[in-house]
DNA sequence: CGAGGCATTGATCTCAGTCAACCAGCGTGG
DNA sequence: CCACGCTGGTTGACTGAGATCAATGCCTCG
């Protein structure tokens, strides 16, 4: 087996040991923008001090969730915009069947519950992957507040064109024919996504359930595990359990002839 | 054959006469808003006319396209926001393999190019499918617009929110497994759209080919193929050409069970 | 009227879904 | 403390849906 490379000990070890503890950031305790972690990520780049204190102004509620708890539920009128802090979450759709369908998931920096603003009720069910901490942030507050402050005006703008240039990443994701294809881009998405913020786009650990990420790509639990065995016999990545570490990035991207950008 | 419904010399020419011409709406001749015949569509709908008054001061400009010709380019600067004021349009990603992958369809009233505004770049090529009406709306003019009038404030949140919601509902249509249910869905989607526009839901022309279907579904053009001709069969659908009549709503529907919100 | 693009249909083969067994980790309770 | 059962993950054998390859038909446009 020339290509084959097993996880070893070793680096078994190393995915359990760093995956959780060295890339998550550390628990907030204050609620105010300026102090808070993520705060970089969570709003756009170039904001000054200047414009940061009118959010102060919003008096943030932060509030933490054990996995599986419900964060905001479809049908539940719009009053917040959820900023993860911490932790993962996932936003799901019930299908008519009755089963759950995966819209999306969300790391800490991004935001949640913006669909509901159109029509003032959520379309989407938020739910806790990990312990996670989320900051809930009251709408009609925030509207107030960029209205007297130029500045803070594109907030909002920025922040949901964000969510558009992923969405559209996604669409283009899921519009690939083949598993293999789906579930690299998959890896590829989550990997850049924590680059951008600063943590290791080679190792991390997938906060959701294979069958959450098969509900999500469209095909069934065995095909993403077989898959994710695939692409370790072939050296892409190696894993224990839910940490992934990406041995060859460019060889991933390479070999589905992918690029999301 | 008891099911089965071809469909007739008469049906046939229904779908011909009806779809491009009595569904579409007539061409506009002025640009502002106020007149503009898909305001109602493009504007989220409670607008009065003293909210529309200060739109008037963007000034905005109509041009007319092709079809296949380009609208805008992934890498073009961001300056505007693009709204279809008839006619159709696709947005499309440039795959590494050099084949592009459609990322959406666009109907009169939607608008194009929000991805652009979170990195000042479009991440997307926009291109005609029909003769197409597009209003150019330059972004900085609506900012400033927007600052000095608290009620047209809303405006960009509530269409990019419906952008987002409507991006969420394609992303879990994206993660149905079967290529019925996709093709299904996709059907449905656009069924609910021209509704929304106060068009007929069940009898409307594809503006894209197959081929585009196939690239947004992730299902090849051979299985759109195969697959309308067995919904024709058992008798959802009427078609001639791109020409569509969905001659059994809630059949469809039912039979792969979802429900696109 | 002919050419070329688009759509449909058929035959074959491959990949992913299905069904089922098995394993590892974990919390519960004896 | 270990036995137990449960959930989540992996693997195998088989089947079926969809991709591929290829041919034909249809419509549009020059």
Known sequence: MPKLLPPTKHSVHLLRGQAPAAHAPAPCTNSHCESCCVGALCLPGALSDEDL????????????FVPGETIYADGDRFR?????????????????????????????????????????????????????????????????????????????AHVMSQEIVHDGSLLVLLGLTEAPQRLAAFLLDLSQRHAARGWSPREFRLPMSRAEIGSFLGIK??????????????????????????????GLRAAYDLRIR
Chains 1, 2 share one sequence.
Not at 94 to 117: K, N, T
């Open 53 to 64: 204190r009118p959010l102060a102004a919003l008096s943030l509620v932060t509030r933490r």
């Open 221 to 250: 639990v065995e095909t993403v595990s077989r898959t994710l065995t695939l692409f370790e016999r072939r050296g892409f990545i190696a894993r224990r359990g839910r940490g992934v570490r990406i041995t060859d990035l460019d």
């Open 80 to 156: 917040f915009i959820y900023a993860v802090r911490s932790g993962a979450c996932k936003t799901t759709m019930l299908r008519a069947d009755g089963r759950e369908q995966v819209a999306g998931f969300h790391l800490a920096g991004d935001f949640m519950g913006l669909e509901g603003l159109a029509e003032g009720v959520h379309g989407t069910t938020a739910t806790a992957l990990d312990d996670a901490q989320v900051c809930l942030i009251p709408y009609q507050r925030l509207v107030a507040v960029t209205a007297s402050y130029p500045n803070a005006k594109d907030l909002m």
